[in-house]
C-alpha cells in the first residue's frame, strides 16, 4: 500500500534560517503529492502540490520538487519568520481518487 | 464562497454515550473523507462517500463507527458507545466531483472529541 514518511521533529529553528523538512513515499503508479500546514487549533491547509515527476509546488516562499527517482518530495523555505511555526504535513492522493495517505507530521517552531 | 464546515467544534461524551459529528462539505463539492488525528500523531483516514455511497471505508472500526453522507444534508460520523480511546480530532475534507488525484482535498477545521 502507499506510504509517507516524514522527517521526525520537533525542528526549531531561528529566524531567517533554512528550512528542509525531508519527505519520502511509497506508492503504486504516479501519486500526486502535496504539503499541508496546520496551525494550532485548525484544520490542514494545502501548501503547495505536485501532480507529476519533476514538478515544482510553491507557495508563500516554500518549494517542493517531486523527484520520482528518489521518490521524495523534499520541503524547503530559504528564509523562515515567526508567523511559519505550525505542523507540516507531507501527502500523496493515489492514481485514483480517494484517500490521501499522510505523513505523521513535523512540528516546525521558529524562534525570533 | 464558504469552506468546509464542521460541528461541533468540541464534544464532550461521557463512555457509553454517541457521538455524531457533522461535515458539510464546499459549495459544488461532492466527495467527502473522514480523517481521525491522534494527539502528537497524523492524519489517518477513515473512510470516503460520494452523494449517498461509501466509496471506502477500509480505515473504519469494524464495530461503533459509522458514516453517510445523504442526498440532503451534511454528512454524519457516528461513533456509538465511545471509549477513552476516541478521543481524538476528527477531520472532514471535500473536494470536486470528477475524481481526480490531482485535486486537494480542502479540510475543515475539525471536531475535537474528549471522552471523559
Known amino acids: 500500500g502507499n506510504s509517507v514518511t516524514q522527517m521526525e521533529g520537533p525542528v526549531t529553528l531561528s529566524e531567517e534560517a533554512f528550512l528542509t523538512i525531508n519527505c519520502t513515499y511509497t506508492a503504486t503508479g504516479y501519486p500526486s503529492l502535496f504539503w499541508y500546514v496546520q496551525y494550532p487549533g485548525e484544520g490542514l491547509q494545502l501548501l503547495l502540490k505536485?501532480?507529476?515527476?519533476?514538478d515544482k509546488g510553491s507557495n508563500k516562499g516554500f518549494e517542493a520538487t517531486y523527484r520520482k527517482e528518489t521518490t521524495s518530495f523534499h520541503l524547503e523555505k530559504g528564509s523562515v519568520q515567526v508567523s511559519d511555526s505550525a505542523v507540516y504535513f507531507c501527502?500523496?492522493?493515489?492514481?485514483?481518487?480517494?484517500?490521501?495517505?499522510f505523513g505523521d507530521g513535523t512540528t516546525l517552531t521558529v524562534k525570533p | 464562497n464558504a469552506g468546509v464546515m464542521q460541528n461541533p467544534r468540541h464534544l464532550v461524551r461521557r463512555r457509553g454515550q454517541e457521538a455524531r459529528l457533522r461535515c458539510s462539505p464546499m459549495k459544488g463539492h461532492s466527495h467527502v473523507y473522514w480523517y481521525r488525528q491522534l494527539p502528537e500523531e497524523g492524519l489517518k483516514f477513515m473512510v470516503y462517500l460520494q452523494k449517498e455511497n461509501i466509496i471506502d471505508e477500509s480505515g473504519m472500526p469494524k464495530e461503533r463507527f459509522s458514516a453517510e453522507f445523504p442526498k440532503e444534508g451534511p454528512s454524519i460520523l457516528r461513533i456509538q458507545q465511545v471509549v477513552r480511546g476516541d478521543s481524538a480530532a476528527y477531520f472532514c475534507?471535500?473536494?470536486?466531483?470528477?475524481?481526480?488525484?490531482?485535486?486537494?482535498?480542502?479540510f475543515g477545521p475539525g471536531t475535537r472529541l474528549t471522552v471523559l
Open positions: 501527502a500523496l492522493s493515489g492514481a485514483n481518487a480517494g484517500k490521501s495517505t
Open positions: 505536485a501532480t507529476k515527476a519533476d
Open positions: 475534507a471535500s473536494s470536486p466531483p470528477g475524481g481526480l488525484a490531482t485535486n486537494e482535498q480542502f
